[in-house]
């Protein structure tokens, strides 16, 4: 399968703890974006890289949030001392850098 | 700032009926448009998408949309539904300016056999 994976798919925290998902683009893809999707809404920008420079992130990424490319190719993003308001599907998506996006499965986030 | 809005929050429908679902953005100046699609348990998908030329554009499984600058809509058609159309189907915009995708809150579709 050559689309874009994410990993875990789900995971369950406890309120305080940091987690970290990653994401493998597709791989001749050199846009990667990160957004954030709750029930009833559409996904929500969190940050994307060109290659492996971050260009730009959204408000909504509180400083507990950070993200990193380091090589251009898989991303990673690690949220530290989670809150319950955090919970939510985290929805990665790979680009070429005119082309659409295509995204992976998400991983699911639930903090208890 | 820029935003989306999908009118239907959840349309039911009857195989063979036929489907519109509105989308209107508020960006004034160019824009690149999609139709995503989620179906139960799978990933989003691509649809459709507007980047520029002739403002009807065909996508996958029989969708169509239609831009229409002077009213600031993408509306997402299909003239006779089928029951494996069951999804979610967002709209999304990426302005002239940025390269991140807005989306709108969705429209839940159900199809009746």
């Known amino acids: 399968d050559t689309g874009v994976s994410q990993d875990p798919r789900h995971k369950i925290t406890k309120r305080g703890q940091n987690v970290t998902f990653r994401c493998d683009p597709i791989?001749?893809?050199?846009?990667l974006y990160w957004y954030r999707q709750t029930l009833g809404q559409g996904p929500e920008f969190l940050t994307y890289?060109?290659?492996?420079?971050?260009?730009?992130k959204s408000r909504l990424l509180s400083d507990r949030f950070s993200a990193e490319r380091p090589k251009g190719s898989f991303s990673t993003l690690e949220i530290q001392r989670t809150e319950q308001g955090d919970s939510a599907m985290y929805l990665c998506?790979?680009?070429?850098?005119?082309?659409?996006?295509?995204f992976g499965p998400g991983t699911r986030l639930t903090v208890t | 700032a820029q935003s989306v809005s999908q009118h239907n929050h959840h349309v039911i429908l009857s195989e063979a009926a036929s489907l519109e679902l509105g989308c209107n953005y508020s960006?004034?100046?160019?824009?690149?448009l999609f139709w995503y699609v989620q179906y139960p348990g799978q990933h989003l998908q691509l649809l459709l998408k507007?980047?520029?030329?002739?403002?009807l554009v065909k996508g996958i499984k029989g969708f169509e949309a239609e831009f229409i600058k002077s009213k600031f809509s993408f509306n997402l058609r299909k003239p006779s539904v089928q029951w494996s159309d069951t999804a979610e189907y967002f709209c999304?915009?990426?302005?002239?300016?940025?390269?991140?995708?807005?989306f709108g809150t969705g429209t839940r579709l159900q199809v009746f056999p």
């Open positions: 890289f060109q290659n492996e420079a971050q260009l730009e």
């Open positions: 960006y004034g100046g160019t824009v690149n």
């Open positions: 507007y980047f520029s030329g002739d403002p």
């Open positions: 999304a915009v990426i302005s002239y300016n940025t390269d991140k995708l807005i």
């Open positions: 791989s001749e893809h050199n846009r």
């Open positions: 998506a790979s680009s070429l850098i005119t082309g659409e996006q295509y």
